[in-house]
Every structure is written in C-alpha cells, then in structure tokens.
C-alpha cells in the first residue's frame, strides 16, 4: 500500500520488517529494491539485486534492473 501511495520511505520500513520474518522471501527484497531505488537509494537497491541473484531469482533481479534504468550499472 505504501508503495503505491509514492510513500517509499514507509514502503522501506515495512518491507524490512518482512525481511525480519522472511529473510530469504524474493517478492519482499524485490520489493525493497523497487522502493529504495524509487527513494534515491541506489546503493541499497543494488544490494537487493545481489540477493535476488544469490537466491537464484535471476528473474526478479533482471525485473529490478528494469525498473531502476539502465543509468544504474549493477
């Protein structure tokens, strides 16, 4: 909800409290990349990308990549 409500920061917060719960849930870090690359936070949203990958969702890290621009270069 706050993602789609352009609220990122909240988003953040509440997709890493998810991540407390489910540390290894691909949707929530996919998730969490989408909303700290949204909030200007490249550096983090690449972090996300690497674990998408290391969980072997090379799908929803190619989609994060996607959606953050080719600007980025992870």
Not at 1 to 22: D, M, P, S
Not at 41 to 61: I, M, P, S
Request: proline share 0%; no cysteine; glycine share 8%.
């Amino acid at each position: 909800a706050y993602h789609n409500e352009k609220n990122y920061k909240e988003a953040i917060v509440q997709f890493k409290r998810g991540l407390e719960k489910e540390k290894d849930d691909a949707e929530l870090h996919f998730n969490l990349g989408r909303a700290q690359a949204r909030n200007g936070n490249l550096k983090e949203a690449q972090a996300a990308f690497e674990k998408l990958r290391a969980l072997g969702r090379v799908d929803l890290a190619e989609k994060l990549r996607g959606e953050v621009g080719v600007t980025v270069s992870f």
